[in-house]
């Protein structure tokens, strides 16, 4: 059967990516709504350059006007354009009243609100499905929350921040963030609900496969859908990028909390304009992260995480999955029952992320039993279970003496004054013996290559999951660890030097793997510096010294 599906906005940042699509559905009649022919007339030779299968129409038509909107003989509606900020519900009313589902990919906390309380009697009398916020917020959000959290007893807190990599934003995007930056945000924070200004609350969070990014507090409809789960406190941030930018914004969000201005959303134009010399100076990647805290199903208390990081051409389409998730779950009838409200708990994780399957993007789950001592176990969580045995005694906790033999590699001139000031092995063949101690907070490893010695201190970074530190000297060097059945890796997230941090183009760039071969502990290190090249490349492999066998 044949469908016809209006896609509003499809001209926009967003409304492009799904028309891309769509486009492949061969059961679609696909109409592209915009306000203006020549671009709509442009993205269908586009659609069909890129071996589009579906029927494409285009209609010139504004959302505010219903009757142009129902003119098409929709089956289905996708709204696309935005802002929903201040928006009204007359459009969704009169399609939903003439029979057609309804998808959009509202992020307004005023319009998700009150979408299903006003809208959803009339669904179910109409027979049709009615879903807002079909999009990074809340659809995203809640269907990685009932994936990390689904067999737990209890579920006490929940952040969440999006952050892009660095591009111009939509109109429609813009015009949103500036709606809210500044405004009373009512959040639900220690179990009270207080109110706290949009874009306010400047902090750092860490999203695996992106890095440290800085976020502020977003208005959000997860605001008022998280705490339905019962938790005592749920709060959104997103940033944007560079963070010069981001910064900007949280300065100019300062004269709505101090009533300069009623409002930056008047401002959209010119901060879109500055924001295009700044696109080059931000980080490429972006991504999003969802953590919660509470009770595992066997009473521990448990901290959990899902993840997702995006290419830079790859984000914009994020946003645009729960949507095409939704649509794809009518088409094939599994949607079928009638009503209207948020986009939460319709789809699940893996009917989002399928639609993002051919794109450079990448997912994670992880999680942690908070009462976890030993530095690996409590770093990797329960990653750790999967690391082979071999790598798992070595890393497992307690007093551990490994030697072994290692192969060393290295340059000459600068960088063997730089082995020789750090203690660092020069190239060659050596006896390698690594002496792990149990320390407050993580472990001292002292390794000997030969005559040569050098000792770090490791500890878990508190209060953020998967992360860990290695300190030698006056440098503390932060890492993230990845694991499968083979290996875990040590991946750099950042460097200081005492207390302040360095940017990485100025430090060490340092890799490592810990894995098995042959039932051994194997391990493989690089060590380079931004401008010297490489220090020192070390691999080999270690057993558990007998006791009374070899030095301790």
Known sequence: MIRRVVLIGATGMFGRRMAARLALWPELDLVLGGRRSEPLAALSAELAAA?????????????????????QAPWAVIDAAGPFQGAGLELAHAVIDAGAHWIDLADARDYVGGFGPRLDNLARRRGVVAVTGASSTPAITGASLDRITAVWRRTDRIWAA?????????????????????????????????????????????????GSRVVSLAAT????????????????????????????????????????????????GPMRFLALPLVGMGAARGGMVVVAEGVGADGAPRTARWSLAAARDAGPSVP?????????????????????????????????????????????????????????????GDDFAVLPAAVRAAHGGG?????????????????????????LPGPGRYEANVSITPATGGEVWTRRFGARRFRSRLRAVADRPGLFEESLG?????????????????????????????PGWLGLKVRARSF?????????????????????????????????????
């Open 474 to 502: 006056p440098v503390t060097i932060r890492f993230s660890a990845t694991c499968d059945a083979d290996a875990f890796r040590w991946i750099q997230e950042g460097w200081r030097l005492g207390p302040l941090p360095m």
């Open 51 to 71: 071996g589009g299968l579906a029927r494409v129409s285009l209609a010139v038509l504004d959302r505010d006007r219903p009757s142009e909107v129902l003119a």
């Open 221 to 268: 409809p997860d605001l008022d859908l998280l705490p339905r789960r019962g938790v005592s406190e749920a709060l959104f941030y997103a940033g944007v990028q560079p963070p010069f930018l981001h910064w900007l914004l949280w300065l100019a969000a300062w004269t709505v909390r101090l009533r300069l201005l009623p409002s930056l959303g008047p401002l959209a």
């Open 320 to 380: 645009v999955a729960p949507a095409l998730a939704v649509l794809r779950a009518l088409v094939a009838g599994r949607l079928t029952q009638p009503g209207a409200g948020p986009c939460v708990g319709l789809v699940d994780l893996d009917q989002i992320t399928a639609e993002l399957a051919h794109l450079d993007i990448g997912t994670r789950s992880e999680g942690w039993t908070k009462d976890a001592q030993d530095l690996f176990p409590r770093v990797l």
């Open 162 to 210: 999006i952050v892009p990599g660095a591009q111009v934003p939509g109109r429609s995007v813009t015009r949103a963030i500036l709606s809210w930056a500044g405004q009373p945000t009512p959040c639900l924070i220690a179990g009270h609900w207080t109110d706290r200004a949009g874009w306010s609350g400047l902090k750092r969070f860490y999203l695996p496969g992106v």
């Open 516 to 552: 098995e071969r042959g039932g051994s502990y194997r391990f493989s290190v690089l060590v380079a510096h931004s401008w010297i090249g490489v220090l020192v490349a070390y691999s080999g492999r270690l057993s558990p010294v007998v006791s009374g066998a070899a030095e301790g």
């Open 399 to 423: 007093a551990q003496n490994l030697t072994g033999r290692a192969l060393c590699r290295g340059r000459g001139g600068l960088a063997a004054l730089a082995r020789l000031f750090a203690g």
